[in-house]
């Protein structure tokens, strides 16, 4: 990971739609990749953040992603990390913990008190790496409603 630098994706380019056709399935077998237009809503989006991980030594190469997104809430600034990936090919390299590392200093700087993510418990390497950033796992119940669509 000599030359691999973590920035924010600020325009939706070719290269960056290719990449999501790529790290998504990795992601989720269940959802598709995000079309050119959802990439664009959450790179201009005032809540979110899309981090990228790029490798420069071969020729800038997207080897990974996230999204931070920030809100206020009346107790505060919160944070979320969401979507978390890197490709199969750079994983163990330390891709997804200067990925992590990044967004929680993007976090500190909106004025975040916390920073939550999820993860599937079957995603061993990533719980591994969450517990030795720093993220405790915390004692709550996680609800989702599916909102029906149509």
Same mark, same amino acid.
Request: net charge negative; aromatic share 6%.
């Given at each position: 990971?000599?030359?691999?630098? &973590? ?6 380019? %070719?290269?960056? #739609?290719?990449?999501? +056709? ?5 992601? /989720? ?13 959450? &790179? ?6 899309? %981090?990228?991980? #790029?490798?420069?030594? +071969? ?5 990974? /992603? ?26 163990g390299k330390g891709v997804g913990a200067a990925l992590n590392l990044h967004a929680i200093e993007r976090a500190r700087l909106l004025g975040a008190k916390t920073v939550d993510l999820t993860s599937r418990p079957k995603r061993e390497a990533a719980n591994r ?22």
């Amino acid at each position: 990971m000599s030359n691999v630098e &973590v920035v924010e994706a600020t325009e939706v380019t %070719l290269q960056l #739609v290719a990449a999501f +056709e790529r790290l998504t399935p990795q992601l /989720s077998s269940s959802n598709p990749p995000p079309t050119e237009d959802e990439l664009a809503a959450i &790179v201009d989006g005032e809540a979110s953040i899309l %981090l990228i991980a #790029v490798d420069h030594d +071969e020729d800038d190469v997207i080897l990974g /992603s996230l999204t931070l997104a920030w809100f206020r809430i009346p107790t505060g600034v919160r944070a979320w990390i969401e979507d978390v990936v890197v490709d199969d090919a750079a994983r163990g390299k330390g891709v997804g913990a200067a990925l992590n590392l990044h967004a929680i200093e993007r976090a500190r700087l909106l004025g975040a008190k916390t920073v939550d993510l999820t993860s599937r418990p079957k995603r061993e390497a990533a719980n591994r790496l969450y517990q030795r950033l720093g993220f405790e796992q915390r004692d709550t119940n996680v609800y989702r409603y599916n909102v029906p669509q149509g």
